[in-house]
């Protein structure tokens, strides 16, 4: 599960549109032929040494079925983590791990930003 999960970029709700869907694997590989397979993937096609899969419908189901099962110490939840104006979905298992993992991807843009700055310009919330 946990693969068809980062394919689907660790989304709230599975059954939704997520905004990526491709996992890559070596094309040689044992997990290549696993993937192939599997009910829960469809091939995109292979690129150099690379295969690409997407995770079907059944994928989704049984990503669904998996996250409803889990304890809710363990599930991540959507909270809404708002800087400068701007706000985005984060899962996360509390509001400190939303808030530092927003920090984590702003960070890629503005190298000078401080976690300090960040926690003081910013807002968290369950979305």
């Not at 295969?51 to 909270?79: E, I, N």
Request: aromatic residues 12%; proline residues 2%.
């Amino acid at each position: 599960m946990d693969r068809i999960d980062h394919a689907l970029g660790r989304p709230i709700w599975p059954l939704r549109e997520t905004y990526r869907n491709h996992y890559a694997t070596d094309a040689t590989g044992a997990l290549a032929i696993d993937l192939a397979y599997s009910a829960h993937w469809e091939s995109l096609g292979q690129s150099g040494s690379m295969a690409f899969f997407a995770v079907t419908v059944t994928g989704r189901k049984a990503l669904a079925d998996y996250l409803d099962s889990m304890d809710a110490t363990q599930r991540h939840r959507a909270y809404l983590v708002t800087y400068e104006g701007h706000s985005r979905i984060v899962p996360a298992k509390s509001r400190a791990n939303a808030r530092y993992s927003e920090f984590l991807t702003i960070r890629d843009c503005f190298s000078e930003l401080t976690f300090g700055e960040f926690i003081r310009a910013s807002s968290v919330r369950q979305a």
